[in-house]
Nanobody, 119 residues
Framework: QVQLVESGGGLVQPGGSLRLSCLAS????????MSWYRQPPGKERELVASITGTGGSTNYADSAKGRFTISRDNAQNTVYLQMNSLRPEDTAVYYC????????????WGQGTQVTVSS
């Protein structure tokens, strides 16, 4: 069965770094674009970054540009989000998403990992 398991969240001080990982199983990983979303407390879920199946193209929310880097290792079925220069407003539950790149579209979600940026 399909599983997306996030890890790497935690408590970090402002200006610090974290690297999130999402291990995928149960589907052909390289056929899916992978994304990180986040949901701050009391707010809607929002896209942070995405990467195509081959890793050849990435996309970032304005809030993530220059600070976050999404990458993937198709041999390890894993997608990463390197987060640097973290700010209190980055506090959120971060979710891994897999979206199939061919018809019919299909989405899978992980359970989320909490990131808290606080001094």
């Amino acid at each position: 069965q399909v599983q997306l398991v996030e890890s790497g969240g935690g408590l970090v001080q402002p200006g610090g770094s974290l690297r999130l990982s999402c291990l995928a199983s149960g589907f052909t990983f390289s056929s899916y674009a992978m994304s990180w979303y986040r949901q701050p407390p009391g707010k809607e879920r929002e896209l942070v970054a995405s990467i195509t199946g081959t890793g050849g193209s990435t996309n970032y929310a304005d809030s993530a540009k220059g600070r976050f880097t999404i990458s993937r290792d198709n041999a390890q079925n894993t997608v990463y989000l390197q987060m640097n220069s973290l700010r209190p407003e980055d506090t959120a539950v971060y979710y891994c998403n897999a979206r199939r790149q061919f018809w019919p579209p299909r989405d899978y979600w992980g359970q989320g990992t909490q990131v808290t940026v606080s001094s």
